[in-house]
């Protein structure tokens, strides 16, 4: 947004330059780049400005003034034009009082100010102030692929697009399971160590639900439109790739037992890249100032939510080793962007990208190894967990089936339900050779007590059917342990979810 001040006539470039100076003063806006035909401010923050970037030009009887949002406002929401407005209210009062003689004494004392900011650019002491170009206007602009802003847009319409067609396939809108979601290409240790190297990347566009989506969409819009113009669409990319691959291997190492998705992980990355950048001179003076704490916090916040929603144990749990680990592979990632942006070379670019991807790759297949007979023992559990399943429910259906004599229950509980429990003990007794997780085996023993407690209950009721008569204390014994160990599958269960 700009105003040209054409209209002012018969007034020397000191007067001029004074009467702007001063305003933005008076307005507390805090003026950094200053030359000789004009400088730069940025507007002080407050609910009606975020610390836009005010650019003055002037010349011998006019003054060309610009406000931009800096490169953390996606949207204008009108601030711009009433910077302008206020500048000009505060400008034409003051101008109307201008006194000559000080002006040109003033322009005159800070021409030594010029001269030092120059050579302090020319050295290479400080940087010049670079505007934001490509100002996001309206909210569909946020969807545009353009120059400098390419990719962004492109990777959020990916992941909607394959969040819609997992919908379609089968995988619940609002709230898929863990066996839809591993079934679409979710990130699950057993499955990707043991071969299926391809979840590392697929699960990075993958969502457990809308409102996960949405939520990772507006960060990754919010972080491409402020880094996707530095690096570059191309380096862009790149980093982002290889940040979910990273995050999403650390997770594999730290929660093996999750079904892990979502883009988190290489967002995660790119804030890491950002803030690495945010400690070097590539990024203006000013912008480092600003964006440094707001961008800290953010990543803190969202980490430590992640630690406390996994510690209350309520909701999807939070996949923080992908995150931290996106966040150490980005600001590794982005202080060997500071090297490729600071030699400008597609050589250089090139040499680094390499080094970068032999070093995750060789790091991968390292932390990996030895790992897959650990996933592989997993693998076997499941399957072995099925055929428990099918072994329980053969009992429990047979049990629920009504009879018509006491004689048929009793043929029914040693011809069918006796020998499943048995069947799911030799089940139960396989998983418990198998090398797994603490909390797994935790699970085997409880499934093997309970399937030992049936099998003895219903030993002991299909030789004592026909004495049973009214309370009988040994049952009574056999319910309660039973319930102990209902309740504690219970709450394994509700842990894993």
Sequence with gaps: MEKDFSDITDSSLEEIFFT???????????????????????????????????????????????????????LDYGKNKKNLRRFYEEFDSLFEESNKDEA??????????????????ADGQREEFTENTGMITSFKDLFKPKEGYYVTPILVGLNILIYIIASLLGTHFFAPTADQLLNAGGNFSPYTMNG???????????????????????ALLYIGFMLEGKLGSSKFTFAYLVCGISASAVSNLFNPNLVSVGASGAIFGMYGVFLALLTTKIIDKRTRKTLMPSISIFVFYNIMMGFSANARGQGMQIDNAAHIGGLLSGMVIGYAMYYVLKKNENRTSYAVMAVILIAMFTSIALAFEGKSEHGKDILKYEKLLQKYSDYEDIAIDAISQPFQSDLKYSNRLNRTVLPAWKGAVNIADSMKLLQLPLEFEEHVNNLYDYSITQRDFYSYLSVRYYQLNGYNPKIDSFNLVLQRIIDNISHYQKAME
């Design 196 to 218: 299926e190297y391809w979840r590392l990347l697929s699960s990075c566009f993958l969502h457990g639900g809308l409102f996960h989506l949405l939520f990772n969409m507006y």
């Design 104 to 121: 040109v004494k003033f322009y005159h004392e800070i021409e030594h100010e010029i001269a030092e900011i120059q050579q302090m650019i």
């Design 20 to 74: 702007a100076h001063t305003a933005c003063a008076n307005m507390g806006w805090d003026i950094d780049y200053i030359h000789e035909n004009g400088f730069q401010a940025v507007t002080k923050r407050s609910m009606s400005s975020w610390g836009e970037l005010i650019t003055i030009e002037i010349t011998e009887s006019s003054l060309n003034i610009t406000s931009k949002c800096l490169h953390y406002q996606i």
